[in-house]
């Protein structure tokens, strides 16, 4: 996908890393559609992109998840890419972990994502891209992350499937696995605290992967750094 002049949705938009996206979107020139949480946040994020088309979004509100995709085609006039910047990290032992919270993470992680790419999957041409983001903790599946890995290889699982079924029609569906990055993310866990972790990529870094996944079909996006 050629990212000059394509259109983009980027939900997630108020976090660290889809913010630094969309604004890297904007500067290469293409057009931006952004949704989020935060209110402040989003219109931070929407005035950096030249006063972006944006959406409040609830990932406890599947069916306003789904019903950003044909706002931003009315928005943009169409989409080429949408790219899943949504989710929130958990930790701590299994048995320390309620229910509660397990379907908190499963439902930012994998069934809002899910419901903006279902779709999404009508509204992208053959020749567009339908991302997100997951993580190496579905390879991983480190202990003391039992839900959230779960809740990132729901996702995964998900996407898997849907490529294969789209593959000789499109459009591109790609799975993003990064690598621990330093945006503060883990940090802002739902629950417990995160174990110690090496020194990660820079965000600038991230948004590099993110790009070349969109621009190569996803080349190479579901495995580690």
Excluded: Q
């Excluded at 991230?206 to 579901?222: E, N």
């Amino acid at each position: 996908m050629d990212v000059k002049d394509a259109r983009v949705l980027v939900p997630g938009a108020t976090g660290v890393i889809g913010a630094a996206l969309a604004e890297r979107l904007h500067g290469l020139g293409a057009r931006i559609a952004v949704a989020g949480r935060d209110p402040d946040s989003l219109a931070r994020v929407a005035a950096a992109c030249g006063d972006a088309p944006a959406r409040r979004l609830d990932a406890y509100d599947l069916d306003g998840c789904a019903r950003s995709i044909p706002w931003a085609v009315g928005e943009l006039g169409g989409l080429d890419a949408v790219v899943v910047c949504v989710g929130v990290a958990g930790f701590g032992p299994a048995e320390e972990v309620g229910d509660t919270v397990a379907e908190h993470l499963l439902t930012v992680n994998a069934l809002a994502p899910v419901a903006v790419l279902r779709a999404a999957l009508a509204a992208v041409p053959a020749g567009g891209v339908l991302a997100a983001v997951t993580g190496v903790v579905v390879d991983a599946a480190p202990a003391g992350m039992a839900d959230y890995a779960a809740s990132k290889a729901a996702l995964a699982t998900w996407l898997t499937s849907v490529r294969r079924e789209r593959r000789r029609i499109g459009p591109a569906v790609v799975d993003i696995r990064l690598p621990h990055v330093e945006s503060g993310f883990a940090e802002r866990a739902v629950c417990g605290n995160p174990p110690t972790l090496p020194r990660g990529r820079t965000v600038d870094e991230a948004v590099d992967r993110i790009l070349d996944a969109l621009t190569s079909g996803g080349a190479g996006a579901g495995h580690g750094p």
